[in-house]
């Protein structure tokens, strides 16, 4: 877990500060307020400093759940405050006296069965075995889960698959910075490479969330870059799948002042950016 102290003229600047150092979310971090920051003789004081640590996963997942518990009680509450909800209370008394049945006398049960289910002609698309296995692995996976999500795929060859998915629910299959997400794409890769002997790659997106992570990692990677130039200190990031890694090389492949290279075993493989070596290119290694 990263941890780095921050300054700021006030405690709201250091704070930001050090998200921006950090590339976090403020949800993402302990923070500590080291100084308030104080006004000295002709403006001239000290400037405040907070500490900031990144949370671990299991923190982030138990402060998710515990503010969606205190959210459903106060919704529950607010129904039962609510007109509507003794509206709803007061029919659910009439119903009970008159032995389920409405107000018009009918029994509710005798309404359901007059009413005819709806038929909907099923819509067929030509897809392929490969890519019928995916979707089918997927949608019956969302079901099991209970997430409003499915999935859709936009390209199909011999070589790769690429499956977005939507629905409410996606902000869920994406998980913390795509770990779900990358979770899913490899057991998606599993299921339709089974009995295959050509390898197939399976791309799985969310809310465009690879492009929008790669644009994250592009500018940390600059911001890193240039803390390592005016600092002269590497900075070694946190562990990475090679897909982001490889978008960090790159991002800094032609930059004349610094390198990077990989360092570790996986899953703790990780980037590390350093002031550039003499005859040395930067992007090392994956």
Known sequence: MQTI??????????????????????DEVHIDILHEGSKGLFGIGKNALVRLTE?????????????????????????????????????????????????????????????????????????????????????????????????????????????????????????????????????????????????RKVMLDAENYRKKREVTLEKLARRLANNVTKYGKPVTLEPMNPYERRILHAALQQNPRVETYSEGEEPYRHVVIRRKRQGKTAGEGE
């Open 55 to 199: 949370k671990d996963a299991e923190s982030i997942k138990a402060e998710a759940e515990a503010a969606a518990r205190a959210e459903a009680a106060e919704r529950s509450v607010r129904r039962e405050q609510s007109p509507r909800g003794e509206r709803r209370e007061q029919r659910g008394d009439h119903r009970r006296e008159h032995g389920g049945r409405n107000r018009d006398g009918r029994d509710n049960k005798e309404r359901r069965e007059r009413r005819e289910p709806e038929y909907h002609e099923p819509v067929e698309r030509a897809v392929s075995v490969g890519e019928s296995d995916a979707e089918l692995f997927l949608n019956e996976l969302f079901q099991k889960m209970s997430i409003n999500a499915s999935s859709v795929t936009t390209q199909n060859d011999d070589k790769t698959v690429k499956i977005v998915l939507e629905g409410k629910d996606t902000a869920v299959l994406i998980g913390r910075r795509g770990d779900t997400l990358d979770a899913l794409q490899y057991l998606t890769g599993l299921v339709i490479n089974r009995g295959r002997e050509d390898y």
């Open 5 to 26: 102290e921050a300054k700021g003229k006030t405690v709201d600047e250091a704070i930001f500060n050090g998200l921006n150092e950090m590339g976090l979310g403020i």
